[in-house]
Structure formats: structure tokens, C-alpha cells
């Protein structure tokens, strides 16, 4: 089987529960900041974004937090299914001007039936 | 309106051959990066790159990696004497626009996933 995520976080939670993954980035000068959802053999997938400037932004089913003074970053899924079984990442461009995006190592979700 | 197209999917080259990846960018996109995913790794940024410029290489080996946006056509990535180390899926990704405002955010391929063997 595939060797990508012995090393990564994972978090196993059953269907309908709620799914927090947390992120931690470094670089203070962050403005904005991504969570992908990736699938095997897949790309990664857009979930939801956040600019510095805000502290929570919410989609369908997925929450996005933001502590900028520990330099946090959560996720936090609703209601969680099978289908949002993935790696999930998150993402930051370090204050670039451009989408040169900085990756977090990825946490595995695992949701059972 | 497809998305970001990448080929091939897999690719398998021995030791010492050259690899060419392929990357075509949604329609409207000008602007190109690609990241290399390694087993157990989250995504390494390689390269950003426009229509015939590269704008930031950082994230390229000094040797044997080479990327190109040509006028006309897909964007290459390109490996040259490939070792087992090179092996990784390869992705590429594009956005119509830089920054973090409107139409910025950047949409992935599906990967080409290369072996060296």
C-alpha cells in the first residue's frame, strides 16, 4: 500500500460527529491562509480560505479559525461523512505578493460509517 | 471549462533518462506553479512561472530541473538524468491572478506521478 501518512497526524471520528484538524504555521508575516482537501491519487482541493484580517470565516459545513497570536490555524468540519475522508492541509503564502503557497504536513481524516 | 490538465498521469523512466511533465493551465490562467509532493511530505513549491518568464525558482534543485512557460502551449517541467530520489507526484497548479484578492486562488491538477526505476 501507499507509504504517505505513516508520518502524518490522523484523526478517526464516526460519521456525524463534528471534526476539528489543526494547523500551525511559523511565519508572522502570513496573510492568507488555505485548507485543501486531497484524496488519493487526486490534487489537492480548495475548502476554504481566510485573510489575516479576519479571525473566522465559514462555508457549507466547514469552519475556518484563526489565532494570529499563536499563529494557529483549525478546521472544522460538521456533521462529518465518509466522502470527507482525505488528507487535509493547510496552506499559507508567508506574506508573498503572489500564490507561492507554504504547505503544512497534512492530517489524516478517517471517518467511519 | 476544464481544469488545470496534467500529462501524463503516470510516468516511469530508469535511471538516467529525462522526464517531461506536462501542465495546461485553466482557461484564463496566466499564472503557473508547481509543487512536488514526496512520500509522507505535505507539497514543496518548486516554481512560479508567467507566459515566458519565470518569476520565482526557489523551490528548484540547483541541477537537472528546468521549467518553461512557453507563448504558445503547456507548461513543462522538465527533469533531466533522473535518480530514484526524483521519484514524487509531481503537481501543478494555476490562477488567474496574484495576490489575495479576487480570482487569486489557485487550482491544482491531478498530479503526474513519477517512478524511477
Known amino acids: 500500500g501507499e507509504s504517505v501518512g505513516l508520518h502524518l497526524p490522523t484523526l478517526s471520528v464516526q460519521e456525524g460527529d463534528n471534526s476539528i484538524i489543526n494547523c500551525a504555521y511559523s511565519n508572522s508575516a502570513s496573510d492568507y491562509f488555505i485548507w485543501y482537501k486531497q484524496e488519493s491519487g487526486k490534487g489537492p482541493q480548495f475548502i476554504i480560505d481566510?485573510?489575516?484580517?479576519?479571525d473566522k470565516r465559514q462555508g457549507q459545513r466547514v469552519t475556518v479559525l484563526l489565532n494570529k497570536t499563536v499563529k494557529h490555524l483549525s478546521l472544522q468540519i460538521a456533521a462529518t461523512q465518509p466522502g470527507d475522508s482525505a488528507v487535509y492541509f493547510c496552506?499559507?503564502?508567508?506574506?508573498?505578493?503572489?500564490?507561492?503557497?507554504?504547505f503544512g504536513q497534512g492530517t489524516i481524516l478517517t471517518v467511519h460509517p | 471549462n476544464a481544469g488545470v490538465m496534467q500529462n501524463p498521469r503516470h510516468l516511469v523512466r530508469r535511471r538516467g533518462q529525462e522526464a517531461r511533465l506536462r501542465c495546461s493551465p485553466m482557461k484564463g490562467h496566466s499564472h503557473v506553479y508547481w509543487y512536488r509532493q514526496l512520500p509522507e511530505e505535505g507539497l514543496k513549491f518548486m516554481v512560479y512561472?508567467?507566459?515566458?518568464?519565470?518569476?520565482?525558482e526557489s523551490g528548484m534543485p540547483k541541477e537537472r530541473f528546468s521549467a518553461e512557460f512557453p507563448k504558445e502551449g503547456p507548461s513543462i517541467l522538465r527533469i533531466q538524468q533522473v535518480v530514484r530520489g526524483d521519484s514524487a507526484a509531481y503537481f501543478c497548479?494555476?490562477?488567474?491572478?496574484?495576490?489575495?484578492?479576487?480570482?487569486?486562488?489557485?487550482?491544482f491538477g491531478q498530479g503526474t506521478r513519477l517512478t524511477v526505476v
Open positions: 512561472l508567467q507566459k515566458e518568464n519565470i518569476i520565482d
Open positions: 481566510i485573510r489575516s484580517n479576519m
Open positions: 497548479a494555476s490562477s488567474a491572478r496574484t495576490g489575495t484578492g479576487q480570482n487569486t486562488e489557485a487550482f
Open positions: 496552506a499559507e503564502t508567508g506574506g508573498t505578493s503572489y500564490g507561492k503557497l507554504t
